[in-house]
């Protein structure tokens, strides 16, 4: 059974990449997180508050249990740009274990695939890919969002 965090986020989907990587104040900021890799995907909805779920599995999981899951209880994973607003607004949390954002894919040119993610260590917040193939730690909480209205 899976553990759910409720965050309330305002995001501005009109905001640019560039402001909201800086907004977010991290120390550690890897070279390939940019907006060319990790391209936002939800342009145009303007501002909009929403409740930002935070799943902790609490076991090592693969990216794709992890959509089947949330897809199961009406859910979509949240992309990058939803991760550097929750970074901002709830800056504590990445203390509590790395927040993945699996909506975001990278494919670099070798043909790994990366997602972003929030980590802390050593008093420091940061923001880096991760392997997008790989079991994902017990200790990693997954960015969501119940399904949007259609």
Known sequence: MASVVTLPVSLDYEAGFEVLLRAG??????PSITAKHFRPQR??????????LLVKFGMEMLPEHVLLELAREGCRVGDICELLTLGTQHPKEQRMGPIVALGSVWVNRFGTAHVPYLYYICQRR??????????????CRFLAFSQDPS
Do not use: M, T
């Not at 342009?43 to 930002?52: C, E, I, K, N, Q």
């Open 126 to 139: 940061g923001i880096r890919p991760g392997l997008n193939d790989h079991w994902w730690s017990a200790q």
């Open 43 to 52: 342009r145009g909805l303007g501002r909009v508050s929403r409740d930002a």
């Open 25 to 30: 104040q991290f120390v550690r900021c890897h």
